[in-house]
């Protein structure tokens, strides 16, 4: 089943392309990387897929529904996005983990607000903290926590770990493993780090100039059979 599929979706801005004719699909419950120079488009693509941008043309399926059927808030719901700056809110973690309830006039539970945080890797004991002391780490996995409030059947994920260190990143990595393997949550990385990607994909985009130029299983990247991707590739893995 697919997650999400794309049909012939293009995204223009002032009449400038950025996305042309895009036709792709991201498998339910794997693990797929956008890969690709910068502006090739990928942060585009990711923003169509919770209704943060909308399409010029073409058409998105989200879980077999058609994508104008969800309300903005259904969508966000069903599709969670954690960014490289894990922007906070001024307050405390348990205030920032609180958010997405807190948009909808809910109120999260001090209960699922500790066992979030257990979830990825931290203490329940910062709830109270001030999220401006959080280590960069520590801030992208409340950042990633804030996105499972909502219980996302599908995460998008845009460069999370380019800022941290390697250890960092490494325990960001795994845990992102852990939850597509244990909830099944369908994962759409985009990443820089073409050693990440070898290591976390189940299947991967290559995009190039605003084009899907090849879908497909990491040997796409490993061995390069498109030109394209051959010459992106040699540069990024140099
Ligand atoms: N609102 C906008 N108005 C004009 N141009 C835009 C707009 N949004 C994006 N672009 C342009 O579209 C292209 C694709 O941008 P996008 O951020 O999607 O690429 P990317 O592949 O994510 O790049 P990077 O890897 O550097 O983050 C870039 O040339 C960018 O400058």
């Known amino acids: 089943m697919h997650a999400i599929s794309f049909q012939d979706v293009s995204y223009e801005v ?8 895009i036709t792709g699909h991201f498998t339910k419950g794997r693990i797929t990387t956008l890969v690709g120079p910068s502006g090739a488009g990928k942060t585009t693509l990711l923003k169509l897929c919770n209704g943060l941008l909308t399409p010029t043309t073409g058409q998105i399926h989200i879980l077999n529904r058609a994508y ?16 490289q700056a894990a922007p906070m809110i001024r307050g405390t973690v348990y205030d920032n983990l609180a958010l997405p309830l807190t948009l909808k006039k809910q109120t999260l539970p001090p209960q699922k607000a500790a066992h979030y945080l257990e ?8 709830c109270q903290q001030d999220a401006r002391d959080l280590s960069g780490g520590q801030r992208q996995r409340v950042s990633i926590a804030r996105t499972l409030i909502n219980e996302p059947a599908i995460l998008l994920l845009d460069e999370i770990t380019s800022a941290l260190d390697q250890a960092a990143a ?30 976390v994909s189940d299947e991967v985009w290559v995009m190039i100039d605003g084009k899907l130029i090849q879908q497909g299983t990491p040997a796409i990247l490993q061995q390069p059979t498109h030109q394209q991707v051959q010459q992106f590739t040699e540069g990024a893995l140099r």
């Open 68 to 83: 104008e059927e969800y309300s903005p808030p259904d969508l966000r719901t069903t599709v969670g996005i954690a960014l």
């Open 14 to 21: 002032t009449q400038k392309k950025i996305l042309s004719q």
């Open 119 to 126: 979830a990825v890797g931290l203490s329940k004991d910062i």
């Open 170 to 199: 490494d325990s960001i990595e795994k845990l992102i493993m852990q939850l597509n393997q244990q909830h099944d949550v369908t994962v759409i990385w985009i990443t820089h780090n073409l050693e990440q990607a070898l290591r």
